[in-house]
């Protein structure tokens, strides 16, 4: 049934391939029937003379074998020019060609096969292809079939597209398929865009793929983007098998997607086309799209695509798509304006659960790791890995530093990127620029879900509980708060219903069902040593008069400190002798105490080097105190502090931040301190009171109308005794 045109060109094929043009390796007969595919035994020659070696894996039944197959073995065509899976181990390491040739019975149907195997030489792709018997017939019917003017422009780009196509491909491929594809190149011609053709091999055992990409764009980093997509949508294990670059504006590339299962997937070709598009996109390209894709404020468009166009290093453009660039861009903008660090705290984009993303910015210098790391472990995060990018904004003064971490998660639950974000946005500026200590407490930020205030009342109690006497280390006692975190929040919210001064409700109810959870919670509490810590917490914060937590500075800002004024002689794990009050004061900076024998009592303020009990120091010299003063005073008071961040250098330089120190504890005993005015007492303000009027260690009066010796006086007659020294804050002045 076979055309004498096609059973001429086949045999001038096979004698041209002889003539020096084929290193012959093999042959095999194969017999076709109802059966199956089977081999004809001893028909064998070199490497096909052993039976038992399989040319092509896969399946033998006829029935099972792909469409395209199927269908050459029913049609007229007695050439097929393929691929082998084996590798050649002569001339060139690559798959073997095979050449087959269909036999047929006296009535006219396919028989057998006859298969040789082998190379093309290295001569045979270098000739012209009106030389090549096959080939110089596809592309003559090619180019007949298009119906372009030979001489033309269209005709003359049409042969250059036959001649210079992938040799292999012009001996494997149908003339269907060739016509196809060659006027889709033909089409692409002098358009700067990105294409695909994909031709399936019959066994499925690979797919042949052309990419055609702008050639400003192609680089060895282009060629492995794509490598990944195709072996991604096929399946399989690409290879490159040849790179056309001229003067053309197209690059051209040529892949075998090998695919060992024999089960070659089926691709949206539009799809694959389209992310090879996107991978061989310009940073210019991305940020264009993505300036136009989202909300930009006017005339910042081209700002934005002109600064930042050549800003970033490639491994920063090369993992990071558009939408993310403008929200990096915004924050390096702030931190060029002024801003002092830029934080994003994001979900891990692979979606690997527990593992989030911290993108920080910095001028001029990037964070150091080992500061960073610190607060990041004592936050509750394992830190995996960190990339640092150095960005240099056109025209900026400075370049600015952008470090990728990536971070887990302690323990097993979930995280809710969107409840934890604001709470980390505020946290970590506050820990990184000193206003909180970078201790354990800050884990409970993302173990119990506090703010970062709500951390300081925790961190104050302990401060003073570890000042008290006990013999907990202070990181055996984080570690108690983080194993609890359902009793941390109800202790946090202990505190805040009793001095909410927003608080709506009844505060008591409040407070007692608040109570009456939290017993329950301890109740359940196996371990002796975390009960008693949690139970001290407890007792300290039930047994708390006052606090300035809710009073604010006058531009609304949270005071830099923590005080609170505590029923001392009702606390029974305080050492004795137990004073009758004291107020501590904590910051990132100091801590101090005020202890107060009785409603009258007299004492200084001593700046102490006992960091670790200066409490004890202090409870002895207010003992000496009492019996010092009992001839002057009923009752003798002492306070002091300690200095946590003694700085290095001068004695005016260290003398300054001891002041600084002082003031801060002057500052938090008036705070929550009654004053006298005229003949009434006026309490704190925003402070909600437990005791009574107590207008200790302040008396105020407006500077002008009143002296030092008026006040003084009053109180000589108030109270019997004289006060001392006067201590100037804002507008009124403390004795």
Known sequence: PVAATEASEVAALLSWMIEDQFTFLGYREYAIGATGMTVVPESGRGLLRDDSYRLFDGVRDVAQFPPDLQEFLESAQILMISKSNRRSTVHRPVQLDTVGVKTFDSEGKVCGQRVIVGLFTSASYNQPTQTIPVLRRKVHRTIARAKVLPDGHDGKALRHILDTYPRDELFQISEADLFATAMGILHLQDRSRVALFVRRDPFSRFASCIVYVPRDRYSSETRRRITRILGEAFQGTPEIRSTQLGEAVLARLHFIVNNSSGTLPHIDISAVEAAIAAATRTWTDVLQEAVGRHAVAAGEDTGIVRRYRYAFPTGYTERTDGATALRDIAAIDRVLSGERIGLALTADPAGVSGQLILKTVQAAEPIALSDILPILENLGFRVISELPFEIRPEGAATTVWLQEFLLAARGD?????????????????????????????????????????????????????????????????????????????????????????????????????????????????????????????????????????????????????????????????LPLPRPMVEIFVYSARMEGVHLRGGKVARGGIRWSDRREDFRTEILGLMKAQQVKNAVIVPLGSKGGFVVKRMPTGDRSTVMAEVVACYRTLMCGLLDITDTISGTEIVPPRDTIRYDDADPYLVVAADKGTATFSDIANGIAQEYGFWLGDAFASGGSVGY
């Open 413 to 573: 639950g979930a995280i809710d990127i969107a409840e934890l974000q604001p709470r980390f946005n505020e946290a970590f500026p506050a820990i990184w620029f000193g206003a909180v200590e970078d201790d354990g407490f800050n884990r409970l930020i993302t173990a119990a879900g506090l703010t970062v205030t709500q951390t300081v009342i925790l961190r104050a109690y302990v401060k003073f509980l570890r000042q008290a006497g006990t013999t907990f280390s202070q990181s055996y006692i984080e570690g108690v708060l983080a194993a609890h975190p359902e009793i941390v929040g109800l202790l946090v919210d202990l505190f805040e219903a009793r001095f909410d001064i927003d608080l709506a409700g009844d505060r008591a109810g409040i407070v007692a069902d608040i109570t009456g959870r939290l017993t329950a919670a301890l109740d359940q509490v196996s371990s002796l040593d975390e009960d008693r810590i949690l139970r001290a917490l407890m007792l300290l914060i039930a047994k708390t008069l006052r606090t300035n937590h809710y009073q604010r500075q006058a531009d609304g800002t949270a005071k830099p400190y923590l005080s609170f004024k505590l029923a001392s002689r009702e606390i029974e794990l």
